[in-house]
């Protein structure tokens, strides 16, 4: 590091100076002046081309100035120097803010300041909090005295004091987060041992205080480690990593976001399997009940159809029993209960089905929640719209990339984003007449009415097909007639997206995000309303249509064979699709060559297994499990398709807030709804009487009320329990009491975000304003300097006259 | 471990433990990988603390710093004399803050550090047109790489005076969450 230059300041008054210029004590007319001087000075810089770049000073002699400069001139630019004088120069070159990186002894001075606070409250400044203080203040600058009493050797033998009164582990601390040079904070530690009497040798430093805090650090670094451990390894386990980097590279972050969007819903899936494989399947499979009399053989259409065979597995709702399992009872004595032998763990299986449901949709709502939140703070914070360039430039490079390729993948992801940033931004500059605005929303509203037209015609075509499903019963040897109805959906879901494509074409939309948002919000639409209707349809008509069947194992099958479908058809549509778009564009050597990835569509299809999954999962424990089969599956179909037939969007667009958007719509319509389907099948409908748990209750809920009264007759030691359930599940007054603290917290807390808001903007103001000040100051110091220039040159010259006057007689020699 | 000399005094080891981020196992294993470079040049015994500089073109051809776009800018930052050229101090100096312990305010320190080109403690509109040609190797045209730099000082300068102070560059540190994940190399 350079060697710090020895900065003088001397404030030259002369008496011309006084009563030109209005004082800063003449407040009114400074006010009013004050403005038209920020005027003229902005003019004047403005006309002479200055813009604020002084020459960086290696020493402060004026016959050294034009050699720096000049050599500086080449890094500086094209821009002209501005021609400040000397003694301007030297006072910039010593403003505090100048002189944080450079010089020494402003660091010093600085880590003295906080070493000084930090003595004085006795523990630890929080590092963000002291980093907000980084430019020493002006008191250092003593600007009356003699600054060679604050040289770089008095600041540091001032830090080196300051050292001394610490703890060693905040002195460690305090060297380790400097901003110096290795060898210098070795001789600071040095200097600071030695003076501060303790012994050098390895005894004296075991010594109890030390060795305590010591201790202390050790073990936080040691938990550090073992955090940081966990960490790696954790994301050593995350599959895809490369495969993701590469997609990211070549497609861009959009493409990248549907990719991520998979793998957590991978993740979502994979914690909700966990406790029903632990409490329900697992348990259920090591008790299995009583054989029923005729199970059908093993045909290749269960995989299709999800019946026959699988009908009689721990698959479905039907096969779970509806008594307390591992309960090896003696005969039952006068009738009374039955007592466990010893070595029998009873397991209560309606009431685990119950719990483990209820407790695996908690989960998973927290989880969805809170991941939501999480994404939804990242990407917006308060008082920061703008900056994404800024960040994109200083904070998007990863300096942990340590190869050709990747580095390269990484430049060329770079180079994108900031390609896509700066459409986003052009895209918003032209203007538009108010008739093409009319005549936008016309079309707009026109396109709309048709999209939620065909929905409903789509609705009411399978409200119609499955009618008469019910009126058709299917008979045992025609089970792949069940297949229609999935068939029919399907058929539905993949034409009405490109019918809602091309009539998306005819309107014009100024940003590609808005473009893909409306068209996210059509799908979604139409897939929530046809999965409304075939709610209703299950619950509504096939329960009273199955009266006497195991209409649960129904149900679960129709949800099997719904996902099958979806599966093949998004597997035919991604491979046939993309495929013969390609060979066709390819063919006809068109401009537009190879297909776009629909991002939208894709998302909408991801969202919408994970719905059936959700609605499913009551009456058949293990659809997680298909589901995660199928996103497996989908991942590298998906993947190979892209690379092989697809190019990167036209019109690339910023995907920051799509997973947030994602992860919003999977909480929203869709956990939502599946939510209030599975409150309602528990709540509501009556179980069948001659399959699965729940078969002798009224509602599946009773089993939980049936343990309640139970416990109520086993003592007063669990009297709480039924307590709780009586006076707050049961009563409503705690729930709107709820409600209502949560909406208050809600508004405070909107109100405090207002507030932090509005204090952003003044604090933006005001460095605006003292920048504008610090312009003007500057500008004024040069002219000061340059007037007495002009006047101690005009003094000289005045003093030459005289010698030049016997001129004409030389002229007439 | 007997007859092996040791490279470092007991001494000397607690000062780069006390100083750096690093433990006393990955401060040896750091020497040695110093040492790595230039076998002929680096001694093996450092307990004199001998005045040896690795040249700039073997720090760079390191595989952590290889193929780092902003590898020359990094090296001479941490290097004595700003010419590249590290001692073992320096090669310690750079681990250690590049490393995931140090703290943000330091990682910024050094990141504007890395970023000012022509050492002037402004980052100015140059400065922001070299770190993103390098960010993008040259693909960008000169007019989107102008306007890029454009939106950056708009964003980040608050007292508009055309370029980006230290303050100005930790504020927008502050808003990036991924920053310390980003600004480390890991050895």
């Known amino acids: 590091m350079a060697q710090p230059p020895a900065f003088v300041f001397n404030i030259l008054e002369t008496p011309e100076d006084q009563g030109q210029d209005p004082s800063p004590y003449d407040e009114s007319e400074v006010h009013d002046s004050f403005h038209q001087l920020i005027q003229e000075q902005s003019q004047r810089a403005a006309e002479e ?7 960086p000073q290696r020493e402060p002699g004026p016959e050294t100035l034009g050699a720096s400069g000049s050599g500086h001139q080449a890094l500086l630019g094209p821009e002209g120097v501005p021609d400040y004088s000397t003694a301007t120069l030297r006072i910039l070159a010593s403003m505090p803010s100048r002189t944080i990186g ?58 080196v004091k300051e050292l001394q009164g610490l703890t060693v582990a905040q002195r460690d601390h305090m060297l380790r987060g400097m901003p110096l040079s290795l060898a210098e904070k070795r001789s600071l530690r040095e200097e600071s041992w030695t003076q501060s009497g303790k012994q050098r040798g390895p005894q004296g430093r075991r010594g109890l205080l030390p060795c305590c805090s010591r201790l202390r650090y050790a073990c936080g670094l040691a938990l550090h480690s073992l955090g940081l451990a966990l960490l790696s390894a954790l994301q050593a386990l995350t599959p895809w990593r490369y495969a993701l980097k590469q997609i990211g590279g070549q497609f861009g972050s959009s493409v990248l976001s549907y990719f991520l969007f998979l793998k957590t819903l991978l993740a979502f899936n994979a914690l909700l399997l966990l406790p029903l494989l632990a ?16 199970v059908p053989t093993f045909t290749g259409l269960e995989l299709l159809t999800g019946g026959g065979r699988f009908s009689h597995s721990v698959m479905y709702y039907g ?45 998973t709502c927290i989880t969805l929640v809170y991941s939501m939140s999480r994404s939804f703070g990242e990407s917006y914070r308060v008082g920061s719209t703008s900056g994404v360039h800024a960040i994109t430039v200083f904070c998007s490079w990863d300096y942990k990339v340590t190869q050709k390729w990747p580095s390269r993948l990484q430049q060329d992801n770079i180079r994108t984003q900031l390609k896509e940033l700066l459409a986003e931004w052009q895209l918003q500059q032209g203007p538009r007449s108010v008739w093409g605005r009319l005549r936008q929303v016309a079309i707009l509203g026109f396109v709309w009415l048709l999209c939620l037209g065909t929905t409903l015609g789509c609705t009411l075509a399978v409200y119609a097909f499955s009618e008469l499903m019910i009126k058709n019963p299917v008979s045992a040897e025609r089970e792949w007639e069940l297949l229609a109805l999935p068939l029919v959906v399907c058929l539905l879901n993949l034409g009405a997206p490109y019918l809602y494509r091309g009539l998306a074409a005819l309107e014009r939309h100024d940003s590609p995000i808005l473009e893909v948002y409306v068209a996210i919000c059509r799908n979604l639409i139409l897939k929530m309303v046809i999965l409304g209707i075939l709610c209703y349809h299950w619950l509504g008509r096939r329960v009273g249509a199955l009266k006497g069947q195991c209409w649960e194992n129904f149900v679960g099958q129709e949800l099997y064979r719904l996902m099958v479908m979806d599966f093949v058809f998004t597997l035919l549509d991604t491979l ?23 991002i939208a569509r894709n998302v909408l299809e991801l969202i919408y297994g994970q719905t059936l999954t959700w609605l499913g999962v009551l009456f058949s424990p293990l659809l997680p499990a298909m589901q995660i089969v199928k996103l497996l599956v989908l991942f590298y179909v998906k993947k190979m398709s892209l690379m092989a037939n697809c190019r990167a969007p036209r019109r690339p667009w910023l995907a920051s807030h799509m997973s947030t958007v994602f992860v919003s719509l999977l909480c929203f319509p869709s956990f939502l709804g599946a939510a209030i389907f599975l409150c309602y099948a528990i709540w509501q409908v009556r179980p069948s009487s001659i399959c699965g748990p729940f078969r002798t209750l009224d509602t599946m809920y009773e089993a939980g009320k049936v343990w309640v009264r139970h416990l109520e007759k086993a003592g007063p030691r669990v009297s709480w329990l039924p307590w709780i359930h009586r006076y707050l599940v049961e009563n409503t007054f705690p729930i709107y009491l709820v409600s209502a603290l949560l909406l208050a917290v809600i508004y ?22 003292e920048g504008e000040d610090k312009i003007f100051l500057i500008n004024k110091l040069h002219s000061v300097y340059e007037g007495k220039e002009r006047s101690r040159v005009g003094r000289a010259q005045e003093a030459e006259m005289p010698p030049t006057l016997p001129a004409d007689e030389r002229d007439a020699r | 471990m007997g007859n092996k000399p040791a490279v470092f005094t007991h001494e000397q080891l607690e000062a780069y433990q006390d100083c750096t981020f690093f433990t006393r196992k990955e401060i040896m294993r750091l020497f040695y990988r110093y040492q790595d470079l230039a076998p002929q040049l680096v001694p093996l015994d450092y307990t004199s603390s001998p005045d040896v500089k690795v040249p700039y073109e073997l720090i760079s051809s390191m595989p952590e710093l290889k193929d780092n776009p902003f590898r020359q800018r990094i090296a001479q930052v941490f290097s004595e004399d700003g010419d590249g050229h590290m001692t073992l101090n320096n090669f310690l100096d750079m681990f250690s803050v590049m490393s995931e312990m140090a703290p943000r305010d330091l990682k910024a320190y050094y990141a504007f550090k890395i970023y000012d080109f022509n050492d002037d403690d402004y980052i100015c509109a140059w400065d922001l047109e070299q770190t993103v040609t390098k960010l993008t190797r040259g693909e960008l045209s000169a007019e989107e790489v102008s306007l890029v730099c454009e939106k950056v000082l708009d964003e980040a300068d608050a007292d508009h005076d055309g370029r980006l102070s230290l303050d100005d560059f930790q504020h927008v540190i502050l808003r990036a969450p991924d920053f310390l994940s980003t600004f480390h190399i890991r050895i």
């Open chain 1, 279 to 294: 409490f329900i399947v697992g348990v259920q499979a090591a008790f299995p009940p009583a054989p029923a009399d005729s």
């Open chain 1, 49 to 55: 081309g200055l813009e604020l770049r002084v020459l």
């Open chain 1, 319 to 363: 096969y779970y029993s509806n008594t307390t399992l591992n309960q090896l009872c003696g005969p039952p004595l006068d009738g009374s209960q039955c007592t466990p032998e010893a070595g029998g763990l009873p397991y209560n299986m309606p009431l685990a089905y119950l719990f483990t449901m209820g407790m695996s949709f908690f989960i």
């Open chain 1, 576 to 598: 046939f699709g993309e495929l013969v778009w390609r060979f066709i564009s390819e063919k006809q050597r068109k401009k537009r060559g190879k297909p776009e990835f629909d």
């Open chain 1, 102 to 159: 450079r010089s020494r002894g402003a660091i010093l001075s600085q880590y003295y300041n906080r070493t000084v606070r930090l003595r004085r409250r006795g523990s630890r400044p929080p590092l963000g909090g002291v980093g907000r203080s980084a430019r020493p203040s002006l008191r250092l600058y003593d600007l009356e005295l003699d600054p060679t009493a604050f040289q770089e050797e008095e600041k540091r033998t001032l830090l």
């Open chain 1, 748 to 769: 405070l807390n909107i109100q405090v975000v207002k507030g932090q808001r509005k204090v952003i903007c003044l604090l933006k103001e005001q460095i605006s304003n």
